[in-house]
């Protein structure tokens, strides 16, 4: 039998702060934490780069120096969810960890290889090599938090932190684990990787400030604002978090997938793969698109991207629904977006109110788009994610108080 899957702690670290509310707060008031940014070689960018973290008060200074910062964030990020989880009382060996990664520990990958250049072989670091490695940021999740149930790092492009917190849901849900703490991490703002995106066309321009740059379904996009940060949720068993009186954010009721298969960084225009996930998700919590009243949409600003994901939703039935991208506020996190973007989405649910987008002054696409934070009673709403490969990946999300 299926087990019913509570959201219970949150914890994000992202260019706002490392305070879930404090972010809710510039979301619903449409703020935007893109500055512009230089990095060696390259011309300005905007970006959304994470102040400064204690992150040797969270792992200590041995452990922090063995961490690549996408593992830091993912660390602090963690630790922030559980401890507002507070104590679940769930045998470690039962306690998983399920954090998804893109690029990897590229920032160590870079430093390594001036130190290799610069100062020869014995200057490299022999972390080098773990800390690369896309598992890395859930390898210190589970270290630093001592768990050691089942892990995962799923590594689908910017559908990962989707895909992490839905697979995290199944093993809760079949029973597989007792607990999971779920989501994403990206410190991928490193100069070879920001002109990699330069040269896909797919960074946006400063032409309207950094603050102005992300515009997701606005008619003047020409890229996304590429941010750092990470997300992690506490999921439990609902009966579980009931009995020992934890705060219940959220019920998880659905998870869907699909794959283009097509283009290598190209969606497929005609919104068909993203379309079965959402259907997919839609089918798991057994609703019709009728039921949700709020989407936040994967949108990061690209004129395609957001086009393809505007016919996906209306192929999906939601092309009605209330509809919003938070990108145009904290940036696109990647592989962690799809885990700060299902916390954002949580504050429909605390807050009571649809989040609205940015810069979104002349819409072109034909969906309900939320311009302004609109009071709103939400039964269920959907996350989406969506990565190059084709990756798609959507959850459906129900109030906590929905019965």
Not at 83 to 99: E, K, L, S, Y
Not at 190 to 199: L, M, N, S, T
Request: proline share 5%; charged share 20%; aromatic share 4%.
């Amino acid at each position: 039998m299926h087990r019913r899957v509570a959201v219970t702690g949150l914890g994000v670290v992202s260019a706002f702060g490392d305070d879930v509310g404090a972010l809710w707060d510039a979301l619903l008031a449409a703020e935007s934490a893109a500055t512009e940014v230089r990095l060696e070689g390259l011309p300005p960018v905007p970006a959304c780069v994470v102040g400064a973290i204690d992150a040797e008060a969270v792992v200590g200074r041995r452990e922090a120096r063995r961490m690549d910062r996408a593992g830091l964030l993912a660390a602090v990020a963690a630790a922030n969810a559980l401890a507002d989880a507070g104590d679940t009382g769930v045998d470690p060996w039962r306690f998983g960890a399920a954090i998804a990664n893109a690029h990897g520990g590229i920032a160590t990958l870079a430093d390594n290889h001036r130190a290799l250049l610069e100062r020869g072989v014995d200057r490299v670091s022999p972390f080098t090599v773990p800390l690369l490695l896309t598992n890395s940021p859930v390898a210190g999740v589970a270290r630093v938090h001592g768990l050691h149930g089942p892990t995962a790092a799923p590594a689908t492009a910017c559908a990962a932190g989707s895909d992490a917190i839905g697979w995290a849901y199944e093993r809760v849900r079949d029973g597989r684990a007792d607990a999971m703490v779920a989501g994403g991490a990206e410190a991928a703002i490193v100069a070879p990787i920001i002109a990699g995106y330069i040269r896909l066309g797919a960074i946006a321009s400063l032409e309207r400030g950094a603050a102005g740059a992300s515009r997701p379904f606005d008619a003047a996009r020409d890229g996304f604002v590429m941010a750092e940060g990470a997300g992690a949720l506490v999921l439990e068993p609902l009966d579980a978090a009931r009995a020992r009186g934890a705060r219940v954010y959220a019920e998880i009721v659905g998870y869907g997938q699909a794959c283009d298969a097509g283009h290598l960084t190209s969606p497929d225009e005609t919104g068909e793969g993203p379309a079965r996930a959402m259907q997919a998700a839609l089918a798991d919590a057994g609703i019709g698109p009728e039921a949700i009243g709020y989407v936040n949409a994967h949108a990061t600003s690209t004129p395609v991207g957001d086009r393809a994901e505007a016919l996906a939703l209306q192929r999906a039935g939601l092309g009605a629904t209330p509809v919003s991208s938070t990108k145009g506020q904290h940036g696109h996190t990647l592989a962690a977006a799809g885990a700060i973007e299902a916390i954002a989405t949580l504050a429909v649910f605390a807050r009571g109110r649809l989040l609205p987008g940015a810069n979104l002054d002349a819409p072109d696409v034909d969906l309900a788009l939320v311009r302004e934070a609109t009071p709103a009673a939400v039964e269920y709403a959907m996350s989406t994610g969506f990565g190059f490969g084709g990756h798609d990946a959507a959850l459906v999300l129900r109030a906590p108080d929905a019965g």
